[in-house]
């Protein structure tokens, strides 16, 4: 496969100082272009090992994978997911959970170390394992930085080095990396008595912000009235009915459902295969074999709609699917360019994809109208509507 154009860029870049951190989307190529950065840097010393790190099986499946096209399984070993490496090889693929049997094995100093998915390592369990004298580093991330804390410059940044390129959506659009998508807000008004709560809690927190002098979110009491507003909101009960009729209104050949908890996912699930949609959930409360057997019908088109809560934010290619559904306005900027990154691969008969948010509260409009102006702003279609009372 040739380098597309933004690799081609980036690549000088790393091969520089052989260090620093590739921000590519979901869909835009970041294992592909890994994979040209490690076999330029063992052609230049075979004598040199590579530890790839993980946040899920499901990635440590598609590397594995990806790998057996340019390496023999003599050269590869694997750690996690029920596998223990007994022998350290070539190239060593590890989840961050099963990295500390092994990371007394690797010889930092000889070792080109790659993270994808790199803004989970961010705490300091995971990055004290990751902290030696690699001889190269290269992260991966749609979102290497964090939401919530100051752990990508602490942590992240300290192990893995600077940002050395960006690609978001826009450019990925623009060259064709991914379909042509279209945005539309939806607004599920709550109901009025979730609307008295809502507005308490709204003064309750001003409250404790002028007390504090500011929005500290190190203080308990403030961080757990946001909370408590943030779960409120994401609850709301017109949701999922709404939900069920943006889904009925809009036409897509399949859909992937993004809730805020099991029990959502299980009421919305039940309700949309009411309405004649052939529909599964995806999450931890089913067994394996029924949960990979559900995610196998609808990659096989068994199904037209898939349920989850956060199992497929990362690690899943789901290039089938053409409509996405958040129906919880996540806060998390990370979490919605992961969610987002489920439709936007292209296949042969995807023309376009769709990607619907349900939002219910002026919190959510605010951060979601600054996204729908940048988008606007590079031509990508933005629809807003709100639900007949």
Not at 274 to 291: A, C, P, Q, W
């Amino acid at each position: 496969m040739k380098l597309r154009q933004w690799q081609e860029k980036a690549f000088p870049l790393w091969w520089a100082k052989k260090k620093g951190i590739v921000k590519v989307v979901t869909g835009g190529g970041k294992t592909f272009f890994a994979i040209h950065c490690l076999k330029k840097y063992l052609e230049e010393d075979p004598s040199k090992s590579i530890l790839i790190v993980v946040p899920s099986i499901a990635l440590l499946d598609q590397w594995y994978e990806s790998l057996s096209q340019e390496f023999s399984n003599k050269e590869i070993s694997l750690n996690g997911g029920g596998e223990q490496a007994l022998k350290i090889r070539k190239l060593c693929i590890t989840t961050i959970d099963s990295l500390k049997n092994i990371i007394a094995d690797i010889d930092a100093k000889e070792a080109l170390l790659i993270v994808d998915e790199c803004h989970k390592i961010g705490t300091e369990k995971r990055g004290d394992m990751l902290t030696n004298n690699w001889h190269a580093t290269l992260g991966l991330s749609a979102t290497p930085e964090r939401d919530y804390d100051d752990n990508f410059y602490i942590i992240i940044k300290k192990i893995l080095g600077d940002i050395i390129f960006d690609y978001d959506y826009i450019d990925a659009r623009e060259d064709e990396v991914i379909v042509n998508f279209k945005l539309l807000y939806g607004y599920a008004a709550l109901l009025p008595e979730e609307e008295d709560k809502y507005k308490k809690f709204t003064k309750s927190i001003q409250r404790r912000a002028a007390t504090i002098g500011g929005n500290n979110m190190d203080d308990y009491p403030l961080k757990m009235l946001i909370f408590n507003r943030a779960r409120l909101i994401k609850n709301s009960k017109n949701r999922i009915p709404y939900g069920v009729e943006l889904i009925q209104k809009y036409k897509r050949d399949s859909w992937i459902v993004f809730t805020e908890n099991k029990k959502q996912a299980k009421e919305f699930n039940t309700i949309i295969n009411k309405k004649g949609f052939k529909s599964g959930i995806y999450n931890t409360d089913l067994k394996d074999d029924e949960r990979q057997e559900n995610l196998d019908s609808f990659k096989a088109g068994k199904l037209n709609v898939l349920v989850s809560c956060t199992a497929l934010d990362e690690g899943f290619d789901m290039p089938e699917a053409d409509g996405a559904m958040i129906l919880s306005a996540s806060s998390s900027k990370r979490q919605r360019i992961q969610r987002m990154g489920r439709v936007l691969r292209i296949t042969a008969n995807k023309e376009n994809a769709l990607i619907v948010t349900v939002y219910s509260s002026k919190t959510e409009y605010e951060k979601l109208r600054e996204e729908s102006n940048r988008y606007q702003l590079e031509g990508v279609p933005v629809k807003w509507q709100q639900m007949s009372l």
